[in-house]
Structures are given as C-alpha cells and as structure tokens.
C-alpha cells in the first residue's frame, strides 16, 4: 500500500462496507416482513347488491342488507409486523450512515475525492440510490420500496466488493481536479435518482392485479416519474461539466469516446422519457418501457464502458 495512504483508515473503510452491507440485509428483511405481513393498504370495498328487474322492464331495490349481517372481516396483522417497517426504515438509516462513513474515511485515507475508480464509483451510486430512497420516504411515504431499494444497493455493494475492490491509493493525474467534485458528485447524484425509477420501474412491469400488497402502479408511475424529473437536469448539468472538464483536460469539449457517446445515449434517452410521459396517450406501460431502456443505457455507461469498452475513460481500475 502506498506510504501516503492512511492504513488504518482504508481499513475502517472496508469494515464499514461490510457492516453496511449486513444493515441493509436486515433492512431489506424487515421491509420484505412488513410487505408480506403488515397491514395491506387495499381497503374493503362494499359490494353492491345488482338491482332487481321487474317484468315491466323497471327495477326494485335490493333487498336491504340486515344489519345483524357482519362486514367482511379484515385480518389484522401479528403485533410483530407492525415494527417491521419502522424497523426497517431505522435499520436503513443506520446502514446509509455506515455507507457515508465508508465514503468518509475512504476519501480521508487517500487525501482525495473518494470515487476515483469503479469501486469507489459503485459504492458512491450505492449510497446515492438508498439517499434518495430514505428522503423521498420523508416527504412521499415510499416505505413500500425498500425492500427493492435495499435489495439493488445491496447487489451493487457485494459486486463492488467482491470484483471492482482495489487497494486505496492515488489515482491518475487527469483525475487530481476539482472537477471530480463537480462532474462525477452531479453524476452520481443524478445516478441514484435514476435507480430509484428504475426500481418503480421494474416493478411496474412485474406487478399482478392480485398483488395487492405491492405498490399500486399509479405509486410506482409517480415515484419513476418524480425522481427523474429531479435527477434529469443533474445529469445534463454532468455531462456539461464533463465537457468542459475534458476541455480543460485533453483540449477538446467532445471527442466521441465511448463514455461520453454513452452518457450522451443516457441523456437522449430519459429526453425521450420525459417527452413520451407529457405526451398525451403515451403514458402508463408505453412510457414505462421507454424509462427502463434509459436506465439499461445508464448501467452500461456506468459499468459496462468501463468493464467492456477503452477509451480515454479507461483509467476505472477494474481488477483483471
């Protein structure tokens, strides 16, 4: 490890990813405890009787329903299920508390901005996506969420560790810039935004009319679309800042490298969401597909070009 690197602190960094991974474990347990068994959000629904036909072609009243007669009887949930959501939502705050820690004393160890590689990058995303996620929840009540939220930072943080983790160290010369705070936070920023849509998304497409523990797919059309709406002008304000750093780096503002071809697709392609939902007549599945091909579009510019594609972008230090 190099002698400018804070051991100790690249350590703790490391611990806390693990324990950060094993929070949203248990999180993504209690939420998945609070789906399968707290109390469903379908309201009992009365049932109109179907009006009596006369033989003059008029119709009588229903026969009056007997007050003696008990409404249909709603099952409460156990006594447990009821903090299983609470719980969850705690269990998560502490893990994104983990995760920023992590991010902390990662960026401390190395003396720089702490996503110079696609570990680092991944982690960053990561803790962008249960962000946004856990400050929605304030404002929407999106708590029928985190069990995918969870599951998909979950997913990422065990891929970073387990086959993007290298050793913390300096990073290359072109990356020791002031624009890595400017370019790369707006994209990463942007990027957790993208994954909590995308997550709606999926589940949109999924969901069965009989699912009625699940999201209803006007909740999950309207968190898709409100997160995108905000993270849409941050990653455009990305791939401006992109330009001008590359300028400022290399002498050009666009030179067609497959990140900036990418990124660029990724734009186009949430462009073209957003334009298809105020589209009258375009809504709904339609629109809903169009959302998830954008979000195919970032993954593979924020993983796939660096794994599979060179470039002037190559520098991600991807272990071989």
């Known amino acids: 490890m190099p002698a400018e690197v804070d051991a100790g602190l690249a350590l703790l960094s490391d611990q806390l990813i693990l324990a950060t991974v094993l929070l949203y474990v248990f999180a993504m347990i209690g939420y998945a405890l609070d789906l399968g068994f707290g ?5 009992a629904r009365a049932v109109a009787e179907p009006a009596l036909v006369t033989v003059g072609g008029g119709t009588a009243a229903a026969p009056p329903v007997s007050e003696e007669s008990p409404a249909p ?3 409460a949930p156990p006594a447990w299920a009821t903090w299983a959501g609470p719980v969850a939502v705690g269990l998560s705050w502490l893990g994104w508390a983990a995760n920023l820690g992590s991010i902390l004393t990662r960026g401390l160890a190395v003396g720089r901005w702490p996503w110079g590689n696609m570990y680092e990058f991944v982690v960053a995303m990561c803790f962008a996506a249960v962000s946004a996620f856990l400050f929605m929840n304030l404002r929407y009540r999106i708590r029928f969420l985190g069990a ?7 997913l990422g943080l065990g891929f970073s560790v387990r086959y993007l983790q290298v050793q913390a160290g300096p990073v290359v010369p072109a990356l020791n810039s002031y624009w890595v705070a400017i370019h790369v936070s707006a994209a990463i920023i942007a990027s957790g935004l993208f994954i909590m849509a995308g997550v709606s998304g999926i589940l949109y497409l999924v969901r069965k009319d009989t699912a009625v523990r699940l999201p209803s797919l006007a909740d999950l059309d309207r968190v898709a679309h409100r997160a995108i709406v905000i993270a849409f002008p941050i990653w455009t304000f990305a791939v401006i800042a992109g330009a001008l750093w590359a300028d400022k780096a290399w002498g050009r ?26 589209t009258a007549g375009f809504k709904g599945r339609a629109a809903m597909i169009v959302q998830l091909i954008a979000f195919a579009c970032l993954l593979f510019n924020l993983v796939g070009v660096n794994i599979f594609l060179g470039g002037l972008h190559s520098y991600a230090e991807v272990p071989g």
């Open 148 to 154: 995918f939220v969870t599951v998909a930072a979950t």
């Open 73 to 75: 009887a709603v099952k």
């Open 253 to 278: 503002y666009w030179g067609w490298d497959p990140k900036e071809i990418w990124a660029f697709i990724t734009w186009i392609a949430y462009a073209a969401y957003l334009h298809a939902r105020a």
């Open 39 to 43: 109390r469903s959000k379908v309201k």
